[in-house]
């Protein structure tokens, strides 16, 4: 991936950053169970995209009103 990102999640960053006049340091992980463990257990602090499920509204705090909706369709074509 190198040290650029691109994106509406990163844009979303950008702008979390100058309202709260922080500073993110990206840490990506391959894996997205470890990414959720790493949340869990207080290592990471945040993570970007992250869908809404009960099993994780068990261990991780969502916002009340959500910053980014998807609302894109997928479509997929077969021969």
């Given at each position: 991936?190198?040290?650029?990102?691109?994106?509406?999640?990163?844009?979303?960053?950008a702008?979390?950053?100058?309202?709260?006049?922080?500073?993110?340091?990206?840490?990506?992980?391959?894996?997205?169970?470890?990414?959720?463990a790493?949340?869990?257990?207080?290592?990471?602090?945040?993570?970007?995209?992250?869908?809404?499920?009960?099993?994780?509204?068990?261990?991780?705090?969502?916002?009340?009103i959500?910053?980014?909706?998807?609302?894109?369709?997928?479509?997929?074509?077969?021969?």
């Open positions: 991936m190198g040290d650029h990102y691109e994106g509406i999640l990163i844009e979303e960053l702008l979390f950053e100058k309202e709260h006049n922080i500073k993110a340091i990206p840490i990506v992980h391959k894996n997205w169970k470890r990414c959720q790493e949340v869990e257990n207080g290592r990471v602090d945040i993570i970007l995209g992250a869908n809404k499920t009960v099993e994780r509204e068990k261990v991780f705090y969502y916002l009340s959500p910053a980014f909706l998807n609302r894109s369709d997928v479509s997929a074509y077969t021969v």
